[in-house]
């Protein structure tokens, strides 16, 4: 969250002086040079060409940590429901939230959902809490 914080001012800072600069250009118009304007022009389409980037940074950033943050959770999830479904026989298993399945009906009876969260919730439970890794590892592929 500090670097959140720590972006959305850097942001608002950019944001702002980009504000004042357009506002002075609309306000002072006719009493600007036209070097002074031209300044001014490309003193905005510096500052909305860092802000864009700004943005971009940050949204790259944050699917980057998003994703290092869930891997852990993802691979433990993996083993759990992987454990349950060979211990039941099942041979697929659907995930059933997507938008891009063509599941067209599923009996809630047929829903592993709690049961695969309780498992989690378990497993987790019972590890030892573990200092965070300074790079997570990569994902193995699946076996054959």
Known sequence: MAEVNKRQKDFEGKQKSLTDAQNKLQTQAQVLT???KADLNRQIDKLNTELQRMNDDAQKDLGDLQQQLFRPIMEQTQKV?????VENGFAVVFDVSSQANSIIYVQDVADITTEIIRRVDATVAKAP????????KPAEPPKK
Do not use: G, I, K, R
């Not at 429901?81 to 479904?85: E, I, M, P, V």
């Not at 809490?129 to 997570?136: I, K, S, Y």
């Open 81 to 85: 429901l992987q454990a349950y479904s």
């Open 129 to 136: 809490a573990a200092a965070p890794a300074a790079a997570p």
């Open 34 to 36: 036209d070097t002074v």
